[in-house]
């Protein structure tokens, strides 16, 4: 497990409480030697501050979302439930408002590791939707739909994996852009739609009918829903 962390009281106290309870933790002070933690050696779960010396937590989570699963529980002093949604919008598992309570805290680790994929599962670079029908190499930024490559380009990609991560939860344009862009979003919503529109007609190309995966909920968002 990685914590990550600026505050050495934090990094001390929870550490000790996870270790105690059988975790092998590794701990970073900012965003970048998490970063380069994360490449070196991928944890099985990373506790991350939002507040970082150097780099935002969001823009942490948004990077390592590119090119991994691993779970994320995010820390923040933050309590609004616009900033847990942002969060979570970005990739995030779980939410802990500080100050919290170490034990929560490890509950909080157990529980996202239990809902993790195990060893019999597929690996966690590896979205599997619909039976195996999708899947979505996040290592490799390639989808596939029923054995054949579908050939999207990197911001189609993120998209379509944001959306699997979740499937049936609703996402906002603004939700989405944010996934693209990190929490400084400068842009328009509605080029959001244009990037979907884009996605579904490959995966209507590769398979007839696949595009249905993406649905639009009106007045709301997108979301990723099973056909089998």
């Not at 309870?21 to 501050?49: C, K, N, Y």
């Amino acid at each position: 497990m990685l914590v990550v962390d600026d505050e050495p009281g934090i990094i001390e106290v929870a550490s000790a409480y996870l270790r105690r309870d059988g975790f092998r933790v590794r701990t970073a002070m900012t965003g970048q030697r998490a970063l380069e933690s994360v490449a070196t050696q991928p944890p099985d779960l990373i506790v991350l501050d939002l507040k970082l010396p150097d780099i935002p937590g969001e823009e942490v989570c948004v990077r390592l979302r590119r090119h991994t699963a691993v779970p994320i529980m995010m820390l923040t002093a933050k309590a609004a439930e616009a900033d847990r949604l942002r969060g979570l919008a970005l990739g995030a598992d779980d939410y802990l408002v500080k100050p919290f309570s170490p034990r929560e805290l490890v509950a909080r680790a157990r529980a996202i590791l239990r809902r993790a994929p195990g060893s019999e599962q597929p690996p966690m670079d590896l979205l599997v939707i619909d039976g195996g029908r999708l899947e979505l190499d996040l290592a490799a930024h390639e989808a596939r739909l029923a054995g054949t490559t579908v050939p999207l380009t990197a911001t189609e990609f993120r998209l379509l994996a944001t959306l699997a991560r979740q499937p049936r939860r609703v996402f906002s344009r603004f939700e989405l852009l944010q996934t693209l862009q990190g929490p400084d979003v400068d842009g328009f919503e509605r080029t959001i739609d244009v990037h979907v529109m884009r996605m579904r007609k490959k995966l209507d190309e590769a398979v007839p009918g696949a595009a249905e995966y993406v649905t639009t909920v009106y007045g709301v968002g997108y979301r990723l829903d099973e056909q089998g």
